[in-house]
């Protein structure tokens, strides 16, 4: 099974700030690789698909890069509603199989 | 409007069957592509992909729990079911059902609120 590791575990940032958080791969996922973020007693939410490319309606400030077994997510200014947590999910097809980070804790610094 | 929401017990007892009924509208599931997956997420931890089912009827299970879960799918009621067999308290989670879009983004894009269940005696 591939095992999705994120770094780091909490980040604390100043509003306003850029935040980078990573994710790495035990093996090689390509492109497949997606991040959500999650608020306090809500459900997750897709920001991020194809490593890079971001889902219907979510702000520019969200970037998303890498392949093969490492990846960033990047908030380029981060806002009061970014402060939450952050998951990777890698969907390879081969073995087939869908895994997520441990996630990365934003809050305020 | 695509809406997914997931109904079941609040409360089962150690050894049960635990079976998870995902409601979804907006959308088909015998559409090509479409999919639907169930994920769990116990208290203060991280989410834990469980099981899918694709609009073909192909289905893939978390290898961890694979001989304790079987999805199936309703299309004519839009609905995807979760049985999860000996159920322990350290099943404890908010179970979530999420809409995959393979060819697209391949990802869970839309999620049902969650249902909690606990596990106990």
């Known amino acids: 099974e591939i095992v999705m590791t994120q770094s780091p575990a909490t980040l604390s940032v100043s509003p306003g700030e850029r935040a980078t958080l990573s994710c790495r791969a035990s093996?090689?996922?390509?492109?497949?690789l997606a991040w959500y973020q999650q608020k306090p007693g809500q459900a997750p939410r897709l920001l991020i698909y194809?490593?890079?490319t971001r889902a219907t309606g979510i702000p520019a400030r969200f970037s998303g890069s890498g392949s093969g077994t490492e990846f960033t997510l990047t908030i380029s200014s981060l806002q009061s509603e970014d402060f939450a947590v952050y998951y990777c999910?890698?969907?390879?097809?081969?073995?087939?199989?869908?895994?997520f980070g441990g996630g990365t804790k934003v809050e305020i610094k | 409007q695509i809406t997914l929401k997931e109904s079941g017990p609040t409360l089962v007892k150690p050894t049960q069957t635990l079976t998870l009924t995902c409601t979804f509208s907006?959308?088909?599931?015998?559409?090509?592509?479409?999919?639907v997956g169930w994920i769990r997420q116990p208290p203060g931890k991280a989410l834990e992909w469980l099981a899918l089912?694709?609009?073909?009827?192909?289905?893939r299970y978390s290898p961890s729990l694979k001989s304790r879960l079987t999805i199936t799918k309703d299309t004519s009621k839009n609905q995807v079911v979760l049985t999860m067999t000996n159920m322990d308290p350290v099943d404890t989670a908010t179970y979530y059902c999420?809409?995959?879009?393979?060819?697209?983004?391949?990802?869970?894009?839309?999620w049902g609120q969650g249902t909690m269940v606990t596990v106990s005696s």
């Open positions: 999420a809409r995959v879009l393979t060819g697209t983004t391949d990802a869970f894009d839309i």
């Open positions: 907006g959308f088909s599931l015998s559409t090509s592509g479409v999919g």
């Open positions: 089912i694709y609009w073909d009827d192909d289905k």
């Open positions: 093996q090689s996922v390509s492109s497949n």
């Open positions: 194809g490593a890079s």
């Open positions: 999910q890698q969907y390879n097809n081969w073995p087939p199989s869908l895994t």
